[in-house]
């Protein structure tokens, strides 16, 4: 009787070491208790993960707040969890309920500043830090 190893990837037994590197991409922005939850999401575009959304009135569906929109959306109502493709359709997406950011990792929409979503967010709950840098001030 012949025994036949089979292997698997990357065996625990074989000498050798890796490592990861975790690059926070700094949107959380302060140690507030983070809410979320799941909401529909359209638009016919990709949306990263911070990205500042609206809500459409009449359907209570959500996009990238634009000012040029005139349908709810143009007022911003949650921050985006993680990218969604809404390229084929509305699908459900994370949205952030409550918690705070950082205004320079959010992703606004044409014609909404940050003092207009910072406004509009924290009576959703959602707060706007302006970090400041740690850099050496010489």
Same mark, same amino acid.
């Given at each position: 009787?012949?025994?036949?190893?089979? &292997?698997?990837?990357?065996?625990?037994?074989?000498?050798?070491?890796?490592?990861?590197?975790?690059?926070?991409?700094?949107?959380?922005?302060?140690?507030?208790?983070?809410?979320?939850?799941?909401?529909?999401?359209?638009?016919?575009?990709?949306?990263?993960?911070?990205?500042?959304?609206?809500?459409?009135?009449?359907? @209570?569906?959500?996009?990238?707040?634009?000012?040029?929109?005139?349908?709810?959306?143009?007022?911003?109502?949650?921050?985006?969890?993680?990218?969604?493709?809404?390229?084929?359709?509305?699908?459900? @997406?994370?949205?952030? &309920?409550?918690? $705070?950011?950082?205004?320079?990792?959010?992703?606004?929409?044409?014609?909404?500043?940050?003092?207009?979503?910072?406004?509009?967010? $924290?009576?959703?709950?959602?707060?706007?830090?302006?970090?400041?840098?740690?850099?050496?001030?010489?």
């Amino acid at each position: 009787m012949t025994l036949t190893p089979t &292997l698997y990837g990357d065996t625990p037994w074989a000498p050798g070491i890796t490592a990861d590197i975790f690059v926070p991409d700094q949107l959380i922005g302060g140690d507030m208790k983070i809410v979320t939850d799941t909401r529909t999401i359209s638009g016919g575009a990709i949306y990263a993960r911070g990205t500042v959304l609206g809500q459409i009135t009449a359907t @209570g569906v959500l996009t990238q707040a634009l000012s040029a929109s005139s349908d709810g959306s143009q007022v911003p109502y949650t921050i985006l969890v993680d990218q969604v493709d809404t390229t084929s359709g509305p699908v459900p @997406g994370g949205v952030y &309920l409550q918690g $705070e950011f950082n205004g320079n990792a959010l992703i606004l929409g044409t014609g909404i500043t940050l003092a207009a979503a910072k406004a509009a967010l $924290e009576a959703r709950n959602l707060f706007i830090k302006s970090p400041v840098s740690s850099a050496d001030p010489s």
